[in-house]
């Protein structure tokens, strides 16, 4: 099983930053890739970024520019550096992972972004 634990969620102000991190923990293996997905309500859950064990990184469209995605392998961690936060990124933000040895997904519980003035 693998359990990821998310942080840095809270309140800021429009064109603030906050900064997202994750850890994995449990039975990890080297080739996944980890990620950052959000809902907001009444929507579905989107990709926000996510990044391969290799380095490769995917943004959605609505946050390049403005979000960068980095990881720490040795640690199992991944982060989420968001810039000029603007009203409609807010929502729960999750952690990702998913194991292209096992196909298994597994899941965060989340953490609140709230953007507002």
């Known amino acids: 099983q693998v359990q990821l634990v998310e942080s840095g969620g809270g309140l800021v102000q429009p064109g603030g930053s906050l900064s997202l991190s994750c850890v994995a923990s449990?039975?990890?293996?080297?080739?996944?890739?980890m990620g950052w997905y959000r809902q907001a309500p009444g929507k579905s859950r989107e990709l926000v970024a996510d990044?391969?064990?290799?380095?490769?990184?995917n943004y959605a469209d609505a946050v390049k520019g403005r979000f960068t995605i980095s990881r720490d392998n040795a640690n199992n961690t991944i982060y989420l550096q968001m810039n000029s936060l603007k009203p409609e990124d807010t929502a729960v933000y999750y952690c990702?992972?998913?194991?292209?040895?096992?196909?298994?997904?597994?899941w965060g519980q989340g953490t609140q972004v709230t953007v507002s003035s």
């Open positions: 990044i391969s064990s290799s380095g490769m990184t």
């Open positions: 990702r992972l998913y194991s292209i040895l096992s196909r298994a997904q597994y």
């Open positions: 449990g039975s990890i293996f080297n080739i996944n890739t």
